[in-house]
């Protein structure tokens, strides 16, 4: 039997990740990435995550935010003719670890504006 070891809520989610790929879904803690290549287990990546309708009180008033994790997983995904990647956040700030939760909060609860 599967357990499920994730502590933060996930929700599944179309995300933008400039010059990178698809966010298929997202938490506090990490999220899956849909990829053309299978990426190595351990690999850092640095990525600009997207997150649409959120307002911040940050100067650059951007929704664009910058997080840097670890690959901690990969499987090549046979309905997508792809694969997907698990990247666990490794150096989130608090300012972007707030805009995640708070995005993955509205859109949980449908606010998706």
Known sequence: MKVDKRTSLR????LSILRFGLAMNISAAG???IVDD???I?????LKLSLPDQINEREDSSNIISVEGVV??????EQLDKYEVGIKF??????????????????????TS
């Not at 351990?42 to 640095?46: K, N, S």
């Not at 490794?90 to 606010?111: P, Q, R, W």
């Open 11 to 14: 929700i599944d989610v179309k």
């Open 31 to 33: 999220m899956c990435v």
């Open 38 to 40: 299978p990426l190595p």
């Open 42 to 46: 351990d690999y850092f990546v640095e």
């Open 72 to 77: 901690v997983w990969t499987k090549f995904s």
């Open 90 to 111: 490794t150096n989130l700030n608090a300012d972007n670890k707030a805009l995640v939760k708070s995005f993955i909060e509205n859109y949980s609860h449908g606010n």
